[in-house]
């Protein structure tokens, strides 16, 4: 248990539908971020939110949309996705952006788009 | 720009045998560096991290690694593998930003 919930834990959507992933942490921490993991690619940093600002988004596609609404929970919102979207989604967590701290990871959202 | 590279995407090792996966980094500043490990369908559990306190870093589950700044290494040993063991371990270093740049993976093997 590393103080990061996500849910859900696996996920299988069409290609037309909107779903949402959740992430929660417990950890009093105030960055969290959002990273694809796809087979035979390195982790991919999609987004990152810094007391609840969003402060980096490295090209992602509008498909995708994040949310924070406070710096505990951390939202990402699926509409019209690809079959290359298929991935493990991590979610992950540290003190913030200003400390050479580890990151928290959740045990990620299993992503399948048909 | 800070980057790490693991050498080797695959590793197989015999149980009980040791255990060395390689990490070299590039950084302009004196980099922190990690290893992770993940084991299947999991997230990504911290092992050990070097920020600039001893060369030599212990972490959990017996593993430690040792930081080399004249080799720009920092390779992750464990010397007796267990069969719990395989997983797959990723290296990061902490970019200006605050932010882990990971390598690309070793997916060790553990063989009875």
């Known amino acids: 248990e590393t103080g990061v919930t996500q849910t859900p834990r696996h996920l299988v959507m069409g290609m037309t539908n909107k779903k949402s992933l959740k992430c929660e942490q417990h950890?009093?921490?105030?960055?969290m971020y959002w990273y694809k993991q796809s087979a035979k690619k390195p982790l991919e940093l999609m987004f990152v939110?810094?007391?609840?600002?969003?402060?980096e988004n490295n090209s992602v596609p509008s498909r995708f949309s994040p949310e924070c609404p406070n710096s505990s929970h951390l939202f990402l919102h699926l509409h019209t996705l690809q079959p290359e979207d298929s991935a493990l989604y991590l979610c992950?967590?540290?003190?913030?952006?200003?400390?050479?701290?580890?990151?928290?990871f959740g045990q990620g959202t299993r992503l399948t788009v048909v | 720009a800070q980057s790490v590279t693991q050498l080797g995407s695959h590793v197989s090792v015999s149980e009980g045998a040791l255990v060395l996966l390689r990490c070299n980094y590039s950084?302009?500043?004196?980099?922190?560096l990690f290893w992770y490990v993940q084991y299947p369908n999991q997230g990504l559990q911290l092992l050990l991290k070097?920020?600039?306190?001893?060369?030599l870093v212990k972490g959990i589950n017996g593993f430690e690694a040792e930081f080399k700044k004249s080799e720009t290494s920092f390779h992750l040993t464990k010397p007796s593998a267990h069969m719990s063991d395989a997983a797959e371990y990723f290296c990061?270093?902490?970019?200006?930003?605050?932010?882990?740049?990971f390598g690309s993976g070793t997916r060790l093997l553990v063989r009875p």
């Open positions: 992950a967590s540290s003190q913030d952006l200003d400390t050479y701290t580890e990151a928290f």
């Open positions: 950890l009093g921490h105030n960055a």
């Open positions: 950084s302009s500043v004196p980099p922190y």
């Open positions: 939110y810094n007391f609840k600002e969003q402060t």
């Open positions: 070097y920020t600039s306190a001893a060369t």
């Open positions: 990061a270093v902490m970019d200006s930003s605050y932010k882990l740049i």
